[in-house]
């Protein structure tokens, strides 16, 4: 498996409060994603990077912020956590010149109370 | 936006019999990529298919990409029950790094 590791891997927290996840990888991969994945949607994107500092929205953004100071971290941030947001969580790497594909971490999965 | 629509959402077979999961995009696709996801686990990559018609093998999974570059299918042939899993296929968006996945078939395997 690529050097891909998520924290906390499991969490529970309230509506309101905020909720950091970190997404730390040791394969200097320039692209990061963030998905979340419920039952009957698949996965879907929230946001990436596109190195450091460079990050942009995909189709959940909505009440997620990111942000990535260094190639091997990506932090997903809930402000203010709800409900909605219970799911979980798989930070991804990838990118590569000839072939895109992309490695997964082993998810985080979040329960908002 | 693009959608990548998989067919079926579920399958269960008996150990033994094929299963096949299809997957359809809205647009044509410079590639199609497959990956499977264990019950608990996450998704991991199978295989990546880039010219149209394409036909690749794994063991006993074989991966078609359309003439069209816009469907893709995966065939296994004589399911075990390691096969146990959801299968998702899932295409670039645009001519960029991100994925559009689709939502995945669900294989059950009766032993």
């Known amino acids: 498996d690529a050097g891909i590791t998520q924290s906390p891997r499991h969490k529970v927290t309230e509506t309101g409060t905020p909720v950091t996840l970190r997404c730390h990888q040791t394969?200097?991969?320039?692209?990061m994603y963030w998905y979340r994945q419920d039952p009957g949607h698949g996965l879907r994107l929230i946001h990436y990077?596109?190195?450091?500092?460079?990050?942009d929205k995909g189709e959940v953004s909505d009440g997620y912020s990111v942000s990535r100071s260094k190639t091997e971290d990506f932090l997903l941030t809930l402000e203010s956590a709800t409900s909605s947001q219970t799911s979980v969580y798989f930070c991804?790497?990838?990118?590569?010149?000839?072939?895109?594909?992309?490695?997964f971490g082993p998810g985080t999965r979040l329960t908002v109370l | 936006g693009q959608q990548v629509m998989q067919i079926p959402q579920y399958q269960h077979v008996q150990e033994g019999e094929d299963f096949t999961t299809y997957c359809n995009s809205s647009?044509?696709?410079?590639?199609i990529q497959w990956y499977k996801q264990r019950p608990g686990g996450h998704p991991v990559f199978l295989i990546q298919?880039?010219?149209?018609?394409e036909v690749k093998k794994q063991k006993r999974l074989t991966f078609q990409f359309g003439e069209a570059k816009k469907n893709s299918s995966l065939h296994i042939t004589a399911t075990q029950t390691t096969d146990v899993g959801t299968y998702f296929c899932?295409?670039?968006?645009?001519?960029?790094?991100?994925?559009?996945f689709g939502k995945g078939t669900k294989l059950t395997v009766n032993p």
């Open positions: 899932a295409g670039p968006q645009g001519g960029s790094e991100k994925l559009v």
């Open positions: 991804a790497i990838g990118g590569a010149l000839l072939v895109n594909e992309q490695f």
């Open positions: 298919l880039v010219k149209s018609g």
């Open positions: 647009t044509t696709l410079s590639n």
């Open positions: 990077s596109y190195g450091v500092k460079d990050t």
């Open positions: 394969e200097n991969h320039r692209y």
